[in-house]
């Protein structure tokens, strides 16, 4: 579950080769395993490998020599002079007895397989030239791809697209996968990725510490909250949910029953007095309370019950939202600001943030897409094709002093601290109006029942993919908290909880 940035997976590399596992038996394990891969994606028909000048090509040699010892036709087009070659990809180099291709598209041909081996994850500069040409016939021709570690073309920390990337069918990368397989672009040039052993000790990962994970149920299973046969309504947390006027409840509403779904005891929608026979006419668990300003919202709040509060959707734009955020704050509530709640502070975001960080250990998460986004980080927002999501995401955190999210089919969450996790589990029809007041009433739920910011907001995105995946193609927003019950019912059953 762990995901290694490229400095990172050079530095495992460099600590199990310190501990006499030498660089070339990893890579003729990488090499031994892309051939297990291709061999599995084509039983015949001939095979051609792309290799570049380094590592990654080196393990395009050992696959291209294990091919050709279990009976399988294969060529090896080359970058540059075999002669050139240096380090273990020269040894690999010569474990290949026959003769290299020119570096030239058309002697690809019509093959049943092409392997990727030309760039590694550590491509930081645009593709130009020969490679680029070599890229474009490779995306042309019409045969499977197999890419080694990462396509071609992709920064393996920030997922770019380096001016022109191979479009892969199945990536193999070693001992953990990197950003770029998670972020977009880059997932989707990957395909199916797949990771291979190549010998490396996993107990390099204490040693390295990496702060990013791929946001599955192994990151945050011991912090996911499971009711109690003893329990009660009252000990799984109460949380308040700010409303819009009367023209703009529904969002409010959505949030509200996600909320409920995720595992919160009680929710009360907080309405102002000219929607609240909408709200109520609309609602049925979810309690209803007449609230107009924030004084009467910070009267609700000294009930020490309600303990998490939804500020966001459909809250309206100006001053009266910026009131209501400030006094949850002030009331040191679990909090998830979305939406308006977000907008609402576009003009003085130091503001929001001076605040959350006046609120003693606060469990804030915020929750924007990439259009609103800019409006609080507008320098962290610039992309630089170099800078990744995950990179500009833990750096809001760091200033924002809470969790952010933002959101997309590459959700990132980041907290100050610098953990982060990437959700790679969203379908596409996950993008439709409404669904992100249901993620951060579902957040919210989660810090309602004493989950952590940070857990609480990884556990709501996957949880918020899955519940997507359940309902299927033709979602609306309405469906997500419905098909939580079977998200719960299978994630009890890998947890083995009895219900």
Known sequence: MEVLTTAEMERADRLTIAAGTPGFALMLSAGQAVAEAAMELVEEGPIVVVAGPGNNGGDGFVAAAELSARGREVSVILLCDRDSLQGDAASAAKGWKHPVLPFNPQAIGKPAL???????????????????????????????????????????????????????????????????????????????VRVADIGINPGVIEEIKPQAFENVPDT?????????????????????????????????????RGALRAGAGLVTLASPRDALIVNAAALTAVMVRPIDTPVEFAELLTDKRLNTCVIGPGAGLGQRTRDFVLTALSAQRGLVLDADALTSFAEAPDHLFEAIKASHDPQVVLTPHEGEFPRLFSDISNKHPLRSKLERVRAAAERAGGVVLLKGPDTVVASPDGRATIAANAPPWLATAGAGDVLSGMIAGLLAQGVPAFEAASIGVWMHGEAAREAGPGLI???????????????????GVDY
């Open 114 to 192: 092409i392997i990727d081996a030309l760039f590694g994850a550590g491509l930081n500069r645009p593709v130009k030239d020969a490679p680029h040409d070599m890229i474009e016939a490779i995306n042309a021709n019409g045969a499977p791809v197999l890419a080694v570690d990462l396509p071609s073309g992709i920064n393996g920390t920030s997922g770019s697209v380096m001016g022109i990337a191979v479009r892969a069918t199945e990536t193999v990368t070693f001992f953990r996968r990197k950003p770029a397989h998670l972020l977009l672009p880059g997932r989707i040039h990957c395909g199916r």
């Open 220 to 256: 945050w299973r011991t912090s996911f909250p499971v009711p109690k046969i003893d329990g009660h309504k009252y000990a799984r947390g109460h949380t308040i949910v700010v409303s819009g006027d009367v023209a703009a409840t529904g969002a409010a509403r959505m949030s509200a």
């Open 477 to 495: 927003a309405e469906d997500l908290p419905e098909t939580l019950p079977a998200v719960f019912r299978r994630l009890y059953d890998e947890l």
